[in-house]
Every structure is written in C-alpha cells, then in structure tokens.
C-alpha cells in the first residue's frame, strides 16, 4: 500500500470557492455568465483546440495500453474523435484568418504540464482520464462560447457536442469494478484529483480583467454546474465524485 501512494503525484486540491454569503447578501449577489467571460475569439480557438489535441493523445496512448482488442478498437474511435474535434477547431482558426500553429503555442506549456500531470498510472485511470477531462472540457468549452458570435457559437456546441466514446468507458470501468471492487476506491481517487486539475485549466481560459480578482460568489454557479454535470457522469460508472 505504501510503495502505491508513493508513486502519486503531489495532490492538487479541487478550487476552493469562498463561502456563500448569508441568504440576505447573495440576493444582491450579481452572478456572472461565463459567457461574460468569454476571451477573443483567436484565444478561445487556440486554447480549445491544443486541448483537444491532448485530448487525442491521452486517447491515442490508452490504445496502445488496452489489454484485449475490443479496448483498441473502441478507443481508437474515441481517439478519432477528438481528432476530428481538433481539426474542425484548427478550421475556424483557419477561416477566421488565424494561424492555427502561432495561434495555439501561447498556450502549451500550460497545457502540456497539465497533460502530464493527468497521465493515469494503468489502463483504467487512464480511461477515466479521458472520461472526467474531455468531459468536463467539453461542457466548459461549450457554455464559454456562449460569449461568441452566434454563429461561431452554434458551430462550435455541434463540433465539441458528441460523444461517442463514454458508452464503452463506463462499460469497460463497470465490468472491471465488478470483477475487481477494490479497483472502485482508486479510480474514484484519481477521479477527485483530475476534476481539480481540470477545473483548474478551464479558469486560466477565462477573460478576467487584468489587475483584477473576480469575486468567487459571481463565479461559483459557473463551476457548479460543471461539478453537477461531472458528479452525474461519474454516478454513472457507481464512483464518489
């Protein structure tokens, strides 16, 4: 057990929000949409779409670490998908007259540390790797782009919408758990670890004002419903969120 949680990286705590105020003072709490927070458009194409390429590569990776062929050919297709995720936001950039390439490498480091740091440790962590954080990405993405051009909206909720792959994940976690119900506790674990160092990702793409630190009452229905769409998503595969 010990020679286990030695292997873990340093733990990184789900964002705090602050206390909710008294009933009196959160009725004159003026509660932002994150669509008020929407960044520019290039910003919002470049950040989501680098995403999604790691999306892709944590995908891709489970194929090559799945134990039977079912598990290849299921996350090849999830795998694809976010491919094809990543090109059609790779195309806006590209209508819209950004370069797709210059547009995403302000973003990477970032984003490549935080593909490193939820790299799961087996096949099944990384599963949910790929179900917790394309899931939770996806949501945010797409209520963020509420802040867009409703066009450029409309486009980008059908292109990041489905999801074809959480069928066969909660399937493949469900069958594994039930063979193995140790395997329950570690997974939801390392579930608790990924919602944090996602959400984390998903406030650095928000456009706060520079010099300025919204306040967390305005905020906290935002992260809310993305919690509440994540608690059903891991409800589904019989884990605490």
Do not use: C
């Amino acid at each position: 057990m010990a020679s286990f949680f030695s292997q873990r990286r340093t733990h990184v705590e789900i964002p705090r929000l602050r206390p909710r105020p008294s009933r009196q003072g959160s009725e004159n709490v003026n509660r932002v949409a994150l669509g008020e927070l929407t960044p520019d458009l290039a910003s919002f194409l470049g950040r989501a779409a680098y995403l999604q390429l790691t999306n892709f590569e944590t995908a891709a990776g489970a194929v090559t670490t799945a134990p039977h062929t079912r598990g290849k050919n299921a996350m090849s297709r999830v795998a694809h998908q976010s491919l094809t995720k990543y090109e059609g936001l790779v195309a806006e950039l590209t209508r819209t007259g950004h370069d797709p390439v210059a547009t995403m490498e302000p973003f990477r480091r970032a984003i490549d540390q935080f593909h490193r740091d939820t790299r799961g440790a087996d096949w099944y962590e990384n599963l949910v790797t790929v179900f917790v954080t394309a899931g939770l990405l996806d949501d945010f993405f797409v209520r963020l782009a509420g802040g867009l051009p409703e066009d450029q909206t409309k486009r980008i909720a059908a292109l990041l919408t489905p999801d074809a792959g959480s069928k066969f994940i909660i399937a493949e976690l469900l069958e594994a758990i039930e063979a193995n119900p140790r395997l329950a506790s570690r997974l939801a674990m390392w579930g608790r670890r990924l919602v944090g160092d996602t959400l984390l990702i998903a406030r650095s793409a928000l456009a706060v004002p520079e010099n300025t630190a919204p306040d967390e009452a305005r905020l906290e229905p935002v992260f809310t419903e993305l919690i509440a769409a994540h608690t059903r998503r891991m409800d589904a595969l019989g884990l605490t969120a």
